[in-house]
C-alpha cells in the first residue's frame, strides 16, 4: 500500500511530519500557558510519539522475506543515514553522555572520538562490502565467506552475547524516561517501553523499524538542539553555541579555581551520605585530565566495536546499492555528528547556569536554604537525582557540596536554565525514541541472526516463507521479555553495558570481518578460533578485573576489547595459516565481493 | 594483471590514505594532549585539545568519509565496475 510511491515521496512525508511535530510543541506550549499541569505535558509527549511510531510499525507490515530482513533494499542514502543515527544513538548517547562530559571532561570526551572515527572503518573496511555480498544479516555473511555451520553459529554467539548486553540498558533506558514522563513504578514502565518497541518491529520487520528510525531521529535531534541553542542565547552567551562558547569554557575554568576545585576535598564520612549514583564536579572542565594511552584505549575499542556491531553493519544492507552503503556511512555520521558536537556544548552551559553567582541561576555560592527552596531542586532532589548538604557547615552552598545524577545533565538542564516546562517533555520524548531506536534495532538485529541462521540455514532450510516470518516474530518477543526482565534487575547501569557490549563486538567479530573481506587466505577453522578465542579470552579479562585482579598495560573493565580482539587476531591468523587454504570457489566469492558491480553473491531471495 | 586486480590494488591504496589520515585524527593527535592543551592555536577561541575532541576530530570523519567515496566512486568508474542505477 505504501510501496515504491512512499518511497519517492519520502522528503514530502517526512517534511509534513516534522512540520506536525512541530505544530504539536507549539501546542504543548501553549497548553502550558494555559495552566496544563507539568506531568500532563510530559503524559502527552511520550504516549504522543509513540503512537505515532507504532502507527508507522503498523503500516509497515509485511509478509516478504527480504521486506522484513533487509526493508527491500530500497532504502535511500539520506534517510538510511536518518535511520542509522537513531539506530546507533540511544539512551546513553542522549541521556547519559552530556553528563558523562560535565562530570569527566576530556577524559570521557575520548567516548565522542570513539563514536564517530569507528564509521571511518565502517565505511572503508566493510560496509560497502557486505552490501555486495547481498546477506541478510552478519552471520550469514561469516558462515557464507567462511562456511559451515560452525562458523554461523559461533557468529550468533557473540552477535547475540555483544547485542543483548546493549539491549538491557536500552530497555533500562526506556523504563527510566517513561516512569520518570508518566510517573509509574520502573519494575511496570520497562514493561511498557518493550511494548512500545515491539510495536514498532513485530509486524514489519527491518521495514518498520526503519521507518519509525527515521521519524525517532527527527524527533531526538529537535530535543536535543533545541534547548543547547536556546539556553545559549537566554544566557547571552551565543547565538550560535558551537562555535562561540570559548568565553564561557574560559569562564568555568576561572570558576573552578575559585571554588577550590581539585583543592577541597569531601571526607569519605560526608561521601558515605550522598545518595549512590549521584556524583560532584571533582575534575576540570576543559583540562587535559587523562594519560594519553587511557584515552587512546578507550577510543580505540569504541571504534573498533562501532566496526563489529550487528545492528550497525545491518541498516548498509537496506541501501539500494553498494555505492549508496558507503555515502550512506557518511550521511549517518553526519547525523550522529550533529548530537555529538552539540553535547559538549549542552553540558558546558548546563555546568555554567549552576555555578556561575553572576547569572540568575547559579546556585554555587547562595545559602543552602534558599538552594531547597527552589523548585526544580525539591523535584529532582525526589527523582534521586540531585543533592546537596552543608558538609563545612558554614551554611552557604560549595562546589563540593553539589551533587547530581548524570542523566540529570541532559533531562534538568532546561528547568535549570528556566525554560518553560514544555521543553523538558519534549527532551522526555527525545530520549524516549533514542533509546526506542536502538533497543528496535538490537532486538531485531538478535532476533533475525536467530531465526535467519539458526532456524532456517541450520535447523530447518525447507522452511516455507510464512512459518520463516513467524518464528522471527515469535522469537522478537521472547529475546525483547528476556532482555526486561533483566532490564528491571538493574545489573550494570547504562553507560557501563553499552560500553562492555563494545568490547563483546570487537572481541569476537572485529576481525573474522575485516579479514573476511581482506584476506583471502584467511579459512573457516581461522575464523572460528577468531571468535570463540576472542570473545572467551575478552570475558576472562573481564570477569579476572571484575573481581579484583590488576589487569595489565593499563587495560580496564572498559577497554578489554583489547585483549579480546588482539587473541582473536592472532589466533585467526595462526590457524588459518596451519590448517588449509580456502577452496578456489570461497576465493572467487572474495574476488566478486571486492567489485561493486554485478549481482550480490547471495541471491535476492535466500 | 587483470583488472580486476589493478582495481583491487587502486582500492587498497585509498584504503592505506583513508585509515592514515583516520590514525591521525582519532589516535595521533591524542598522544599530544598536553602540548595541544598549551598550543596557542585556538580554533574559535578553544583550548586545542577540547576543540579536537569535541569537534574537530568529529567533524573531519564526517568530511573523509565522504571523500573516501568520492575516490572509490572514480576508482569503480575507471575499471567500468559501477552498478547501474537500477540494480
Not at chain 1, 504522543?48 to 542514502?77: H, M
Not at chain 1, 536500552?170 to 520518570?180: K, P, R
Not at chain 1, 570475558?539 to 580482539?565: E, M, N
Not at chain 2, 574559535?44 to 573516501?68: A, D, K, N
Request: net charge neutral; glycine share 10%; charged share 10%.
Amino acid at each position: 500500500m505504501i510501496k515504491g510511491k512512499f518511497i519517492d515521496n519520502l522528503p514530502k512525508v517526512y517534511g509534513i511530519y516534522t512540520g506536525g511535530f512541530l505544530v504539536f510543541i507549539i501546542l504543548m506550549a501553549i497548553a502550558e500557558q494555559a495552566g496544563m499541569t507539568a506531568k500532563m505535558i510530559g503524559i502527552f509527549f511520550v504516549s504522543f510519539t509513540v503512537a505515532i511510531y507504532a502507527i508507522i510499525g503498523y503500516l509497515s507490515r509485511t509478509i516478504q522475506v527480504d521486506a522484513y530482513y533487509v526493508a527491500g533494499r530500497q532504502v535511500p542514502t539520506v534517510f538510511n543515514g536518518m535511520a542509522t543515527a537513531a539506530d546507533w544513538m540511544s539512551g546513553a548517547s542522549f541521556v547519559a553522555m552530556a553528563g558523562g562530559i560535565y562530570f569527566k571532561g576530556y577524559g570521557y570526551m575520548a567516548l565522542l572520538v570513539g563514536w564517530t572515527g569507528g564509521y571511518v572503518l565502517v565505511a572503508s573496511l566493510l560496509a560497502p562490502y557486505l552490501r555486495k555480498f547481498g546477506c541478510y544479516t552478519v552471520p550469514d555473511f561469516i558462515g557464507t565467506r567462511y562456511g559451515g555451520n560452525v562458523a554461523r553459529l559461533s557468529a550468533v554467539l557473540v552477535l547475540t552475547v555483544a547485542s543483548f548486553t546493549y539491549v538491557t540498558a536500552q530497555i533500562n533506558a526506556t523504563g527510566t524516561i517513561a516512569s520518570v514522563a508518566l510517573d509509574i513504578p520502573f519494575g511496570i514502565a520497562v514493561y511498557v517501553g518493550l511494548a512500545s518497541i515491539l510495536l514498532c518491529s513485530m509486524l514489519g520487520g527491518m521495514r518498520a523499524v526503519t521507518w519509525t528510525q527515521v521519524a525517532q531521529y527527527i524527533v531526538l535531534i529537535i530535543a536535543y538542539l533545541l534547548p543547547v541553542f536556546w539556553i545559549s542565547n537566554k544566557m547571552g552567551a551565543g547565538v550560535f553555541p558551537h562555535l562561540m562558547l570559548a568565553d564561557e569554557v574560559a569562564r568555568i575554568a576561572e570558576l573552578e579555581s575559585q571554588f577550590g576545585l581539585g583543592t577541597v576535598k569531601n571526607s569519605a564520612a560526608d561521601l558515605a551520605t550522598v545518595p549512590k549514583g549521584l556524583a560532584g564536579i571533582t575534575k576540570a572542565h576543559s583540562e587535559v585530565n587523562t594519560t594519553p594511552w587511557k584515552f587512546i584505549s578507550l577510543a580505540v575499542c569504541m571504534m573498533a566495536g562501532t566496526a563489529s556491531l550487528p545492528h550497525v553493519m545491518m541498516r548498509y544492507f537496506t541501501t539500494p546499492s553498494v555505492k549508496a552503503a558507503r555515502r550512506s556511512v557518511g550521511w549517518s555520521l553526519f547525523f550522529i555528528f550533529l548530537l555529538y558536537c552539540s553535547a559538549p556544548m549542552l553540558a558546558t552551559l548546563s555546568k555554567l547556569s549552576l555555578m556561575d553567582p553572576t547569572l540568575p541561576t547559579g546556585i554555587i555560592g547562595k545559602s543552602i536554604a534558599e538552594v531547597q527552596a527552589i523548585d526544580w531542586y525539591q523535584n529532582w532532589n525526589q527523582a534521586n537525582l540531585m543533592f546537596i548538604s552543608d558538609f563545612n557547615g558554614n551554611g552557604t552552598l560549595e562546589l563540593n557540596e553539589f551533587f547530581m545524577g548524570g542523566k540529570a545533565v541532559v533531562l534538568a538542564t532546561p528547568e535549570i536554565a528556566g525554560l518553560p516546562y514544555v521543553i523538558s517533555g519534549l527532551v522526555a520524548a527525545g530520549g524516549m525514541a533514542a533509546a526506542m531506536s536502538t533497543a528496535d534495532g538490537l532486538v531485531l538485529a538478535i532476533a533475525n541472526a536467530l531465526s535467519h541462521d539458526l532456524y532456517y540455514k541450520i535447523i530447518d532450510p525447507k522452511a516455507e516463507t510464512a512459518k520463516r516470518l513467524i518464528v522471527a516474530r515469535v522469537l522478537l518477543v521472547i529475546i525483547g521479555f528476556a532482555g526486561a526482565t533483566i532490564a528491571a534487575l538493574e545489573i550494570q547501569g547504562i553507560l557501563g553495558s553499552v560500553i562492555w557490549a563494545f568490547d563483546f563486538a570487537m572481541s569476537g567479530l572485529f576481525f573474522p570481518l575485516v579479514l573476511g573481506v581482506w584476506w583471502k587466505r584467511a579459512n573457516a577453522q581461522g575464523a572460528v578460533a577468531g571468535m570463540l578465542l576472542g570473545l572467551a579470552s575478552g570475558t576472562a579479562y573481564l570477569v579476572w578485573v571484575r573481581t579484583g585482579g590488576a589487569g595489565f598495560w593499563g587495560i580496564t573493565q572498559l577497554t578489554f576489547g583489547i585483549v579480546g580482539s588482539l587473541v582473536s587476531l592472532v589466533s585467526m591468523i595462526v590457524v588459518s595459516l596451519i590448517t588449509k587454504a580456502p577452496d578456489s570457489a570461497t576465493q572467487k566469492m572474495v574476488d566478486e565481493v571486492r567489485v561493486p558491480s554485478g549481482k550480490t553473491v547471495l541471491g535476492k531471495q535466500h | 594483471m587483470s583488472k580486476q586486480q589493478q582495481h583491487w590494488e587502486k582500492t587498497r591504496n585509498l584504503l592505506f590514505i583513508t585509515l592514515a589520515i583516520w590514525f591521525v585524527f582519532s589516535i595521533g593527535i591524542f598522544f599530544f594532549g598536553a602540548e595541544m592543551e598549551a598550543s596557542s592555536i585556538r580554533p574559535f577561541g578553544y583550548p586545542l585539545s577540547y576543540y579536537m575532541t569535541c569537534q574537530g576530530s568529529l567533524g573531519i570523519f564526517v568530511i573523509l568519509i565522504f571523500w573516501f567515496a568520492g575516490r572509490q566512486e572514480k576508482i569503480d568508474e575507471e575499471f567500468g565496475f559501477t552498478e547501474r542505477e537500477d540494480d
